[in-house]
């Protein structure tokens, strides 16, 4: 698994001019490399919905049918959530798990492929604290890089682990690591 302090090493390397725009074409190859090393026969795509006033991208294996990263620049949204989106996203141990924003809808992220199984704990717990930083900072059209990598220790749909990830343009990096068991 790719190591934080791959990417303080990387964040503090980069060379290039705006940081919060342009590190996603260091990253990209980083994760790929990585989720092709357990997943050879991954079939990868890059998911861009910027054009539905999110400004996140996700990279999905069509093979799997699953997520191997969420990642871009939050914005503030004010626009209600559509919770009839949410209802008919599948979900198993609905006891435990909910049906978590990979990104949330308070910085832009909308459902279907950002939804994936989270413990409810997690959901409500850890994992809102650099969400909450991220919109926060989108609040006050302050830019970030903000990114979410499901990981996942089989070829099921449930992610293992979540690294969640906050990179500023002075190059401030906030990072955490998540258990969803």
């Known amino acids: 698994m790719i190591a934080e302090s791959t990417y303080r090493n990387l964040i503090a390397s980069y060379g290039g ?45 069509i093979r799997l049918e699953r997520v191997l990263a969420a990642f871009g620049i939050p914005i503030y949204a004010k626009h209600k959530r559509d919770a009839s989106r949410m209802a008919g996203h599948p979900l198993a141990n609905a006891g435990k798990f909910h049906r978590g924003h990979l990104m949330a809808h308070s910085i832009g992220g909308g459902t279907d492929i950002n939804l994936v199984p989270q413990l409810g704990s997690l959901n409500i717990g850890a994992f809102r604290v650099l969400e ?37 343009p002075s190059k401030a990096l906030f990072y955490s690591l998540h258990n969803n068991a």
């Not at 342009?22 to 054009?51: R, T």
């Not at 909450?132 to 070829?155: C, E, G, H, T, W």
């Open 132 to 168: 909450r930083m991220v919109r926060d900072q989108a609040k006050q059209n302050l830019r970030s890089f903000y990114f979410v990598r499901p990981i996942y220790n089989n070829a099921s749909q449930m992610p293992s682990r979540f690294e969640q990830c906050v990179i500023l």
């Open 17 to 61: 001019g705006d940081i919060v725009t342009q590190i996603q074409e260091e990253l990209i190859p980083l994760w790929c490399d990585e989720y092709y090393l357990q997943n050879p026969k991954a079939e990868v795509v890059q998911v861009d919905l910027d054009a539905s006033a999110s400004s996140f991208s996700y990279l999905f294996d």
